[in-house]
């Protein structure tokens, strides 16, 4: 079992910063990879970035050169941290950290609950 919690979500005018983070506990060693996704009302919910084991990190299209994805282990927990710049009202949405774990071969995903960003133009 693993368990995700975020926070650092909150209200920022356009061009403004925030720094999403997210902790992971529980069994983190059989987590491969970690992302953060987001669902702006009436659409659905898309990766905007994702970080693997060895570090490789992807990101969506209309997020790349503002936002910077990183993971780190301290003792039993495992953090998920995004940071936002530059933000756009387009960026407003309900974040979501994710994770894929691997455990004997069995590939379980967890989800936290969400935090929410409203960027205001």
């Known amino acids: 079992q693993v368990q995700l919690v975020e926070s650092g979500g909150g209200l920022v005018q356009a061009g403004g910063s925030l720094r999403l983070s997210c902790a992971a506990s529980g069994n983190i060693f059989s987590i491969n990879t970690m992302g953060w996704y987001r669902q702006a009302p009436g659409k659905q919910r898309e990766l905007v970035a994702a970080?693997?084991?060895?570090?490789?990190?992807?990101?969506t299209d209309s997020v790349k050169g503002r936002f910077t994805i990183s993971r780190t282990n301290l003792k039993n927990t495992m953090y998920l941290q995004m940071q936002m710049n530059s933000l756009k009202p387009d960026d407003t949405a309900v974040y979501y950290c994710?994770?894929?774990?691997?455990?004997?071969?069995?590939?379980?995903?967890?989800w936290g609950k969400g935090t929410l960003v409203t960027v205001s133009s």
């Open positions: 994710n994770a894929d774990s691997d455990s004997g071969g069995i590939v379980v995903i967890y």
């Open positions: 970080v693997t084991r060895r570090g490789s990190t992807n990101y």
